[in-house]
């Protein structure tokens, strides 16, 4: 069964970069064809995709954080990555990673179980 | 970018009754739309893809329609696992976008 699991530091202070692992189980990331992408969720509020990767490198990302993100893969271990630099408190949010399927930008499914990564000095 | 409207923000239904959320694209995305439910404290789980292809294992009481800019999730006959927040999600155009999500409440 196909699982996903987020890890990486809960707190991060303004100015630097927030990094967060995704390591998928149950599959290898390199057997599938689907993207793999990450999400997040300010409290209390929706949701917004952040981008995605195919085990290949090829990625896609949103306009609105596309200046400071970098996602990346690490195929031997079956895990991406997440790199969003020059955090602010806008920032702070659960962070999901899930796989995309059929493509960079289409739907989620699973999901993690989300990490909540807080932006403060 | 596309925005993904959905109403009411909150629907209260009593258990056993039907539930209709709405979801409004301010383009049309033909059927690429996609419906999940969030519990609280949980991660949103896939519903729908394709306006209206249930995901593996959802209950039949859950059912999306429509396509274009309106589209509906209905859910037949609520039970006290259904009452969470249903998020809507385009995937037409990049980047992909969610409403704000309608929660569903016991009344």
């Known amino acids: 069964q196909l699982q996903l699991q987020e890890s990486g530091p809960g707190l991060v202070k303004p100015s630097e970069t927030l990094s967060l692992t995704c390591t998928v189980s149950g599959v290898s990331i390199t057997t599938t064809n689907d993207y793999w992408g990450w999400i997040r969720q300010p409290p209390g509020k929706g949701l917004e995709w952040i981008g995605s990767i195919h085990y290949n490198g090829n990625t896609r990302y949103n306009p609105s954080v596309m200046s400071r993100v970098t996602v990346s893969v690490d195929t031997s271990k079956d895990q991406f990555s997440l790199r969003l630099s020059s955090v602010t408190a806008a920032d702070t949010a659960v962070y999901y990673c899930?796989?995309?399927?059929?493509?960079?930008?289409?739907?989620?499914?699973?999901w993690g179980q989300g990490t909540l990564v807080s932006v403060s000095s | 970018e596309i925005v993904m409207t959905q109403s009411p923000a909150t629907l209260s239904v009593s258990p056993g009754e039907r539930a209709t959320l709405s979801c409004r694209a301010s383009?049309?995305?033909?059927?690429?739309l996609a419906w999940y439910q969030q519990k609280p404290g949980q991660a949103p789980r896939l519903l729908i893809s394709?306006?209206?292809t249930r995901a593996t294992g959802i209950p039949a009481r859950f059912s999306g329609s429509g396509s274009g800019t309106e589209f509906t999730l209905t859910i037949s006959s609520l039970q006290s696992e259904d009452f969470a927040v249903y998020y809507c999600q385009q995937y037409n155009n990049w980047p992909g976008t969610f409403g704000q999500g309608t929660k569903v409440e016991i009344k």
């Open positions: 394709g306006a209206s």
């Open positions: 899930a796989r995309v399927w059929r493509g960079a930008t289409t739907w989620f499914d699973p």
């Open positions: 383009q049309r995305v033909g059927s690429n």
